[in-house]
């Protein structure tokens, strides 16, 4: 498993007097993620509370149920995912901004996704979310991660970092795709698994949801590029180097 860069490799947590994390701190955080398996599963991973110092104060599997979260708890960190109905894990930071401009408690935003894309990396980051880790971190790193955040640093898994100094580091802003602008975050994932030779079975049970999701995305991205088949949708992604 990937673990997330930093300047101190992680440590295990260990139970205090305090009742929170080694050193007795405690970090309030939202889970936001369209996946309520998932979302119980870091739960049951991160907060525990007495042990991890994580105490979870809310959940929510889309872009209006996160905000609305979000905005009445006001944790120090959200864990969000990229890719959710309601116009993705930007949106959400979009419509978060003032409580991310909040000088004396911000709430601070760390991305927890299946995607490793560098267009989700950058397009979260340009949003305004503090890091980047992908659903392989471990949970000790990622409580590690999520106590960073709130300290106000950046986080990523290794090979992620990347992406984001390269797009950073250049003097010119990246041109802008109309094409590719039209397709959701989820549509964008949908099609960079077809164009890598994914059958229809093969997304639905890596994305977690059904075969006809998958083909109605599917025929929205060839009805919005203005496409045949999928042949045409792998050279087109291809092309891009989206793959």
Known sequence: MSDATGASGPTEPTETDEGGGADGRRVRV?????HRMFRTGVQAEIGRTDITGVEVVGEAADVDQAVTVITTTRPEVVLLDVHLPGGGGVEVLRRCAPLMADAENPVRFLAL??????????????GGARGYVTKTITGTDLVDSVFRVQDGDAVFSPRLAGFVLDAFASTDAPPVDEDLDRLTQREREVL???????AYKEIAKQLFISVKTVESHV?????????????ELTRWATARRLV
């Open 219 to 231: 025929s929205a991205v060839l009805r919005k590029l203005q496409l045949s088949n999928r042949h």
């Open 30 to 34: 939202v889970l936001v993620d369209d």
């Open 113 to 126: 996704s299946v995607s490793d894309a560098a267009e989700d990396v950058i397009g979260v980051i340009r």
């Open 192 to 198: 960079r698994l077809i164009a890598r030779g994914y």
